[in-house]
């Protein structure tokens, strides 16, 4: 029997659906300019996959995709052009959108290029100039 949690989210509109299983590699928030002008906000919450945890169940056909650099494939819906998801082919992951899949219980861990913020957030949580190392990055920490 498998007991693996699912979720599932879509779209603005609702023309693409999507399902993600088990449980994300990490949580947390965005501050790189590319995030912030993509998102059109100060800050993006992230919740990063497996590839083989994301799957697409509605709508494929419906998801345009744009790439500013090779790093982050940004994937959007056609009709609505809401926001779904990046696929980062350097890091083996997918940033799965928090706001896409509502029924996950975000809890983030950590915000990621924080020396480019816009928007100072005292929580206690870790600081990273970039990424964690074993992402690729330098894993080195900023001031909160």
Same mark, same amino acid.
């Given at each position: 029997?498998?007991? *693996?949690?699912?979720?599932?989210?879509?779209?603005?509109?609702?023309?693409?659906?999507?399902?993600?299983?088990?449980?994300?590699?990490?949580?947390?928030?965005?501050?790189?300019?590319?995030?912030?002008?993509?998102?059109?906000?100060?800050?993006?919450?992230?919740?990063?996959?497996?590839?083989?945890?994301?799957?697409?169940?509605?709508?494929?056909?419906?998801?345009?995709?744009?790439?500013?650099?090779?790093?982050?494939?940004?994937?959007?819906?056609?009709?609505?052009?809401?926001?779904?998801?990046?696929?980062?082919? *350097?890091?083996?992951?997918?940033?799965?959108?928090?706001?896409?899949?509502?029924?996950?219980?975000?809890?983030?861990?950590?915000?990621?290029?924080?020396? *480019?913020?816009?928007?100072?957030?005292?929580?206690?949580?870790?600081?990273?100039?970039?990424?964690?190392? *074993?992402?690729?990055?330098?894993?080195?920490?900023?001031?909160?």
């Amino acid at each position: 029997m498998n007991t *693996e949690r699912s979720y599932k989210g879509s779209c603005f509109c609702g023309a693409v659906e999507l399902t993600v299983s088990g449980e994300p590699v990490g949580m947390g928030y965005c501050h790189c300019e590319s995030c912030r002008h993509w998102s059109a906000g100060p800050v993006n919450a992230f919740t990063l996959w497996k590839p083989d945890a994301v799957q697409v169940t509605r709508g494929a056909d419906n998801i345009g995709t744009y790439n500013k650099t090779s790093r982050s494939y940004r994937k959007w819906c056609k009709t609505c052009g809401g926001h779904l998801f990046t696929e980062h082919p *350097e890091m083996g992951l997918i940033d799965v959108y928090a706001a896409v899949i509502p029924d996950l219980a975000y809890s983030p861990g950590i915000h990621v290029h924080y020396q *480019e913020t816009v928007l100072r957030i005292k929580d206690g949580l870790p600081k990273l100039k970039d990424v964690p190392k *074993e992402l690729g990055g330098s894993g080195i920490s900023v001031d909160e």
